[in-house]
């Protein structure tokens, strides 16, 4: 056999043979291994662009199988907000004590509904995409981040929709500075979405299941909001009062309620509380979804 002619097989052999090639490990990483929590924040920011198209993309083509297409964005929450209007402004009496019902009954909707909707969406984002978790190495988060900022773009044609509702219904509410205060009340439950949508997309990503168990607690959570009736119309006790003021939604709705409709200033307890459950589940649920990156969206069956 003629003898081979290649430097690199030729060397490969007789440094085997010379005995054991030492290797230092130290500076070796294993491949898909969870980065440090900056540098998993950059990889986020670096995927940026894509999450920006991926959520355009999903707005334009979510209703478009649909004779009216988006215009069910709007058509939704108004066709919601007639029903629960005649189920509890009417048959129940809800509206008994509730200056203009109309338009506290719309702000709950609208609102309770884009967070319910979009935290639902958010929580399964990573199984829905699978394969696309799969086939490409980025940050998992990208995925949940993705959907937030999806239903957010819907979002504010609901708002715009919302605010000329409360304009056109009587008692035909007058704009003020106040309404300006819109802005960060939407940006903090924007953040508090988030917040949610990364905690639960973790735990549906492990327990398929819990998807089904997360749309009754949403079911609960929108009652125990206050979208339909107002708390202080059957709630005497003040400590059972003070523990139902203490759920964020509330107030989200008790604060865009105050400055929308009645003219007064929220407390700074009620940003407070906002304020800090909106805090706790961002930070909270971004370390939650850090530490377990690898192995999200993986298809449990391998």
Request: no cysteine; proline share 4%.
């Amino acid at each position: 056999m003629a003898k081979s002619t290649r430097p690199d097989v030729t060397d490969t052999t007789a440094a085997s043979s010379a005995g054991t090639v030492s290797v230092q490990m130290g500076g070796l990483r294993r491949v898909g291994a969870r980065p440090g929590l900056g540098s998993y924040l950059q990889r986020l920011w670096d995927v940026r662009q894509f999450i920006v198209y991926e959520a355009r993309v999903s707005v334009g083509a979510q209703n478009r199988d649909h004779l009216l297409g988006n215009i069910w964005l709007v058509l939704t929450p108004i066709l919601n907000g007639a029903t629960y209007f005649l189920i509890f402004g009417l048959i129940l009496g809800t509206s008994r004590g509730v200056e203009n019902f109309l338009g506290f009954l719309t702000i709950g909707v609208f609102m309770f509904m884009f967070t319910s909707r979009t935290v639902m969406q958010g929580a399964n984002s990573l199984t829905r995409k699978n394969t696309v978790v799969e086939a490409f190495n980025f940050p998992r988060i990208a995925l949940p981040v993705s959907t937030v900022l999806r239903e957010s773009y819907s979002y504010l044609i609901t708002i715009v929709t919302m605010l000329v509702l409360l304009l056109a219904i009587p008692p035909f509410e007058v704009i003020t500075w106040r309404w300006l205060l819109l802005i960060p009340v939407v940006a903090l439950q924007l953040v508090l979405i988030m917040g949610l949508v990364l905690v639960f997309a973790r735990v549906v990503s492990k327990v398929r299941d819990f998807s089904q168990v997360l749309t009754f607690g949403l079911r609960v959570w929108m009652y125990a909001s206050g979208v339909f009736y107002s708390f202080e119309n059957f709630i005497t006790h003040p400590g059972l009062l003070a523990v139902v003021q203490f759920n964020p939604m509330h107030q989200v709705l008790d604060i865009t309620r105050q400055i929308l409709l009645y003219g007064t200033d929220p407390g700074w307890d009620q940003w407070a509380i906002l304020g800090g459950w909106t805090l706790i589940l961002l930070v909270g649920g971004t370390l939650l979804f850090w530490r377990a990156d690898e192995s999200l969206g993986r298809d449990a069956s391998r």
